[in-house]
């Protein structure tokens, strides 16, 4: 993409409702407008880095073997009166009216609707066990947005439901989400730890929310120093192996690590003194297990071996998709700019003109700009004729992992220079080094 031409409207002051650093830098950094309440544009740079998070959980889900789906936004009241939630959902419930006075709804959650396509169509043992997400826009009138995409009144959630005939079942698939969450934040370059947290709204007394340390974090938590040291990695799992995925929920969930709903000070004055932490952290996603609580109530059940019908066992679990866009930036930025971890960043790499206009200036960033696209990877040139200090500060709050400078006193000697994000650190190589490097980093 060539920066003449995109649309990336950078504010120059940084505005003064917005009270925590990733609020302020999306939108600084043009990513998203604020159209109500809570409720946001994605403007192309936030869209990109949003649909980036997206695929990375699509991935994740699918080698789990989760399978995709979408719902609508709006529900129907009727299904929610059917499990009692309609009238115990209360404020945070958007409720609307049609033309011929049917009561809807935007949809919070989706266990009611997922239970109805699940009884419509599902009546068998032999069809289980089945997983089903989506990642789609819920509506909660939440009493006080704020932080930007933090909390919204509109955000985008993956949503996943499984559907098992026993309890045992259900409960790896429990651990199997946990396992798949562990390697999916991991890949955005968060450490997101399980803590032993409440049911809410949702239900079910067995539930993980995952969350990512920062001192802007909204929720309270208390945890075992040690728990951070624990790291995924990129070891093979085999998602249907039950043992496997309970020994990886042991690994990660043994150690004290609770939300202030679930805190017990007698059992973390246990934890030796110099390892307990308190500290906030932000919950960028959720797993439950509430086994018969919408299975009953809907009359969603499977036959048995013996011809027995029995309701099924569900769980469900969450992921704050648009969320994570801030959590993100929370965990990575300076106090110039956003620092984008490679996994989701928008650009691979920016490429900076010091002098457009000049002949030689420009060939060397075409090419460059052809060899990175022929490479499968999208760069962001800057070919605007604009300083090269405003170029770098565009660059710097922005927050491409990656910057290639090019400029004519380089090129009589063979070089352009190639600089981190993250360290500040810059190489002079030949132009065809640093595409030889950059691709090797995206590992293209
Ligand atoms: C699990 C999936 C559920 O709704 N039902 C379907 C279950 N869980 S949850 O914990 O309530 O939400 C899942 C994740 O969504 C994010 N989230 C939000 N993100 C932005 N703004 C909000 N107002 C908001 N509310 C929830 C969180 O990351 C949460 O973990």
């Known amino acids: 993409m060539r920066l003449s031409r995109y649309f990336l409207p950078v504010l120059k002051e940084t505005p ?46 699918q080698r789990a073997g989760h399978i995709p789906l979408l719902m609508p936004t709006l529900q129907s009241a009727d299904l929610w009166r059917e499990s009692g939630r309609y009238d115990d959902y209360g404020e945070e419930m958007l409720r609307i009216t049609d033309r011929h006075g049917r009561d809807m709804l935007y949809g919070p959650t989706n266990e009611e609707m997922v239970t109805d396509i699940f009884r419509s169509h599902v009546g068998s043992y032999k069809d289980l066990p089945l997983t089903l997400y989506h990642i789609q826009w819920k509506f909660r009138d939440e009493i006080r947005p704020r932080f930007g995409v933090m909390r919204g009144r509109e955000f985008y959630m993956k949503d996943g439901y499984t559907f098992d005939l026993t309890r045992e079942d259900a409960l790896h698939a429990y651990n199997r989400h946990l396992v798949s969450y562990l390697r999916t934040y991991e890949r955005m370059g968060l450490q997101a730890i399980p803590m032993r947290a409440d049911g809410g709204p949702i239900g079910g007394d067995y539930t993980h929310e995952f969350l990512v340390l920062a001192e802007t974090g909204e929720s309270e938590v208390f945890y075992d120093s040690e728990i951070t040291d624990l790291k995924f990695g990129d070891r093979e799992i085999d998602y249907d192996n039950v043992e496997e995925c309970q020994a990886v929920l042991e690994e990660f969930t043994s150690r004290y690590a609770r939300t202030d709903e679930t805190h017990d000070e007698a059992v973390f004055n246990e934890v030796p003194e110099e390892r307990r932490r308190v500290a906030r952290g932000i919950e960028v996603g959720q797993i439950f297990y509430f086994g018969t609580k919408y299975s009953e109530s809907m009359g969603a059940s499977v036959q048995d071996k013996d011809g027995n019908k029995v309701p099924v066992e569900m769980g469900s679990h969450g992921i704050g998709v648009s969320r994570l866009v801030g959590a993100l930036i929370e965990a990575n930025h300076d106090e110039n700019g956003i620092i984008w971890p490679e996994g989701v960043t928008p650009f691979h790499c920016g490429i900076v003109n010091l002098k457009q206009g000049d002949a030689e200036a420009d060939a060397a960033c075409e090419d460059l700009y052809k060899a990175l696209t022929a490479a499968g990877l999208e760069p962001l040139y800057d070919d605007r004729n604009e300083r090269a200090g405003g170029k770098f500060a565009t660059m710097d709050l922005i927050g491409l992992p990656w910057r290639i400078t090019v400029g004519p006193r380089g090129l009589k000697n063979g070089v352009v220079e190639l600089t981190s994000r993250r360290t500040g650190e810059s190489e002079e190589l030949a132009p065809e080094i640093a595409v030889s490097r950059i691709k090797e980093i995206y590992g293209v």
């Open 16 to 61: 003064a409702d917005a009270q925590i650093a990733s609020h302020r830098l999306m939108l600084r950094a043009g990513m998203i407008k604020q159209q109500a309440a809570g409720i946001y544009s994605w403007l192309p740079l936030g869209y990109k880095v949003l649909m980036n998070i997206a695929r990375i959980v699509h991935e994740e889900q």
